[in-house]
């Protein structure tokens, strides 16, 4: 059972565009979403995060737009960049238990020029 | 800072071998080092977690002894995958969490395993 679902599967959008990656869960238990950036052959690298006690988080151009009551979260990606193509995805954990993530389905993300 | 590095890249082996994999924390103490699978265009598959001196904790359909993981130190765990066989080619990474009770997981290069 895939308990976070991420949409769209891929995305298509010119420079300076911004591409908008949505993802869902259901166990209200998570506390802790933060978005990965993969790039093709390497590993994810942590693009930002956030916790379910503020509804928006901004770092560089990247914003985290959190919906505690719908269970959504999702990543905006201002003023899109070629370099910014690559495969997102969303994860989720929960600091009880084992604390393991548990990743969206990806979003594989192409910026042309 | 938050660097895991893993060893080797890429690997190329025989089927019926061993090979195995290194993953270390460079600037930090890992208390818990995960092991992921992941497949072209697919989404990362959690293998196992590791405590630094304990027993790993395989997740669900993941073969133990086929899947051997060791992490005898703080900035190191292994991955050996014993008897490879085709089924086995994949890309293999590794995470670090610095304590118990944080968050964020750092995630090494990954290693491309290709059994012929």
Same mark, same amino acid.
């Given at each position: 059972? #895939?308990?976070?679902?991420?949409? %769209? #599967?891929?995305?298509?959008?010119?420079?300076?565009?911004?591409?908008?990656?949505?993802?869902?869960?259901?166990?209200? +238990? /998570? @506390?802790?979403?933060?978005?990965? #950036?993969?790039?093709?052959?390497?590993? %994810?690298?942590?693009?930002?995060?956030?916790?379910?006690?503020?509804?928006?988080?901004?770092?560089?151009?990247?914003?985290?737009?959190?919906?505690?009551?719908?269970?959504?979260?999702?990543?905006?990606?201002? @003023?899109?960049?070629?370099?910014?193509? +690559?495969?997102? /995805?969303? +994860?989720?954990?929960?600091?009880?238990?084992?604390?393991?993530?548990? /990743?969206?389905?990806?979003?594989?993300?192409?910026?042309? %020029? | 800072?938050?660097?895991?590095?893993?060893?080797?890249?890429?690997?190329?082996?025989?089927?019926?071998?061993?090979?195995?994999?290194? =993953?270390?924390?460079?600037? $930090?103490?890992?208390?818990?080092?995960?092991?992921?699978?992941? $497949?072209? &265009?697919?989404?990362?598959?959690?293998?196992?977690?590791?405590?630094?001196?304990?027993?790993?904790?395989?997740?669900?359909?993941?073969? &133990?002894?086929? $899947?051997?993981?060791?992490?005898?130190?703080?900035?190191?765990?292994?991955?050996?995958?014993?008897?490879?066989?085709?089924?086995?080619?994949?890309?293999?990474? =590794?995470?670090?969490?610095?304590?118990? &009770?944080?968050?964020?997981?750092? $995630?090494?290069?990954?290693?491309?395993?290709?059994?012929?």
């Amino acid at each position: 059972q #895939q308990q976070v679902k991420q949409s %769209p #599967q891929s995305l298509i959008v010119q420079k300076g565009g911004i591409p908008i990656i949505n993802c869902a869960y259901e166990n209200t +238990a /998570f @506390d802790y979403f933060p978005w990965y #950036q993969q790039f093709p052959g390497k590993g %994810p690298a942590l693009l930002i995060a956030i916790r379910p006690d503020v509804s928006e988080k901004k770092e560089g151009r990247f914003t985290i737009s959190f919906n505690k009551s719908a269970k959504q979260f999702s990543l905006h990606i201002m @003023d899109s960049q070629p370099g910014d193509s +690559a495969t997102y /995805f969303c +994860a989720a954990s929960m600091r009880t238990g084992a604390n393991n993530l548990f /990743f969206g389905t990806g979003t594989r993300l192409t910026v042309i %020029p | 800072g938050a660097v895991v590095s893993q060893h080797p890249s890429r690997v190329i082996c025989k089927s019926g071998t061993s090979v195995k994999i290194e =993953c270390r924390s460079l600037d $930090f103490q890992a208390t818990t080092m995960f092991w992921y699978r992941q $497949f072209p &265009k697919q989404s990362l598959m959690l293998m196992a977690t590791s405590n630094e001196g304990s027993k790993a904790t395989y997740e669900q359909g993941v073969e &133990k002894d086929k $899947f051997l993981i060791n992490h005898a130190s703080l900035t190191l765990s292994t991955l050996t995958v014993t008897s490879a066989h085709p089924e086995d080619s994949s890309f293999y990474i =590794c995470s670090a969490r610095e304590g118990q &009770k944080t968050y964020e997981q750092y $995630f090494g290069p990954g290693t491309r395993l290709t059994v012929t």
